[in-house]
T-cell receptor
Framework: AQKVTQAQTEISVVEKEDVTLDCVYETRDTTYYLFWYKQPPSGELVFLIR??????QNEISGRYSWNFQKSTSSFNFTITASQVVDSAVYFCALSEVGDYKLSFGAGTTVTVRA | EAQVTQNPRYLITVTGKKLTVTCSQN?????MSWYRQDPGLGLRQIYY???????DKGDVPEGYKVSRKEKRNFPLILESPSPNQTSLYFCASSLMKEGAEAFFGQGTRLTVV
């Protein structure tokens, strides 16, 4: 069963619009880690953020912000005032205790039009 | 510069012709793994290694082999490639620490015809 669900396959916005990417995860562990990665058109994977299950504080980094809610098993990602350079595939991933692998969602393709 | 290096970046091959994709990291990481990326499926782990001579299957190991003779290198071997192994492959390394950030190579786009 998929442990990480990114229900949005593709999102298209016009520059300067905000865009929120949903991520819902499933785990029985009480300790786990959540990640977001960005894959620009060039193909490499760029680490954006890591959050452990005990830290529910929202985080903001420039135009990026993350909303972690354990009650709904969600770790959503918002890009504020989107720019063309934000066009990429974004992956949410989960790492569980005792397992160093990442379980990825299917990814959300974000297209920002000028 | 800390990095994971994969080669080649692009490869087109024919069914049944053995190939190896190399992966090397310079961060002295214990944990290394291979993932494949397919549309609609995200990345899935093929094999992983916790240290030299210690390897194990991930979620989709069929048709693949790996070896870890040195800590820095973790090659992926396709003994008899088939068209369903056409995919984008990523090598990754990290510390053996829960929640550690994984560092990814630049990817290898493999096409098997």
């Amino acid at each position: 069963a998929q442990k990480v669900t990114q229900a949005q396959t593709e999102i298209s916005v016009v520059e300067k619009e905000d865009v929120t990417l949903d991520c819902v995860y499933e785990t029985r562990d009480t300790t786990y880690y959540l990640f977001w990665y960005k894959q620009p058109p060039s193909g490499e994977l760029v680490f954006l953020i890591r959050r452990n299950s005990f830290d529910e504080q929202n985080e903001i980094s420039g135009r990026y912000s993350w909303n972690f809610q354990k009650s709904t098993s969600s770790f959503n990602f918002t890009i504020t005032a989107s720019q063309v350079v934000d066009s990429a595939v974004y992956f949410c991933a989960l790492s569980e205790v005792g397992d160093y692998k990442l379980s990825f969602g299917a990814g959300t393709t974000v297209t920002v039009r000028a | 510069e800390a990095q994971v290096t994969q080669n080649p970046r692009y490869l087109i091959t024919v069914t049944g012709k053995k190939l190896t994709v190399t992966c090397s990291q310079n961060m002295n990481h214990e944990y290394m793994s291979w993932y494949r990326q397919d549309p609609g499926l995200g990345l899935r782990q093929i094999y992983y290694s916790m240290n030299v001579e210690v390897t194990d299957k991930g979620d989709v190991p069929e048709g693949y082999k790996v070896s870890r003779k040195e800590k820095r290198n973790f090659p992926l071997i396709l003994e008899s490639p088939s068209p369903n192994q056409t995919s984008l492959y990523f090598c990754a390394s990290s510390l053996m620490k829960e929640g550690a950030e994984a560092f990814f190579g630049q990817g290898t786009r493999l096409t098997v015809v």
